[in-house]
């Protein structure tokens, strides 16, 4: 009923810059916090960078000062600007939303996760 597509990865070198863009689609009612996680290989997923649907931010350190993430309400869409960019930012980002939505005449409340996309730094 609901899906979120992230696009916008892919390889770079280091210093250089990516857009992430991740778009929830569905019987959507309500997007609360949107947020960027990543994985990198052997590492447990780490939250990036969230959003509220007033638009208040918040950021991993690691990301401080090189990332900002941006959202569009009416489009359901976040996006992650990512400057600066480091080899040790090298993982999969999965999109994140907070969402109530419709299915079969009831109402529900819960997290959906995109289906990632790779971003790697080469040094």
């Known amino acids: 009923q609901v899906q979120l597509v992230e696009s916008g990865g892919g390889l770079v070198q280091a210093g250089g810059s990516l857009r992430l863009s991740c778009a929830a689609s569905?019987?959507?009612?309500?997007?609360?916090?949107m947020g960027w996680y990543r994985q990198a290989p052997g590492k447990q997923r780490e939250l990036v960078a969230a959003?509220?649907?007033?638009?208040?931010?918040n950021y991993a350190d690691s990301v401080k000062g090189r990332f900002t993430s941006s959202r569009d309400n009416a489009k359901n869409t976040i996006y992650l600007q990512m400057n600066s960019l480091k080899p040790e930012d090298t993982a999969v980002y999965y999109c994140?939303?907070?969402?109530?939505?419709?299915?079969?005449?009831?109402?529900?409340?819960?997290?959906?996760w995109g289906q990632g996309t790779q971003v790697t730094v080469s040094s």
């Open positions: 994140n939303a907070d969402l109530t939505y419709y299915s079969r005449g009831y109402i529900y409340t819960t997290d959906y």
């Open positions: 569905g019987s959507i009612k309500t997007i609360r916090t």
């Open positions: 959003i509220t649907s007033g638009g208040g931010t």
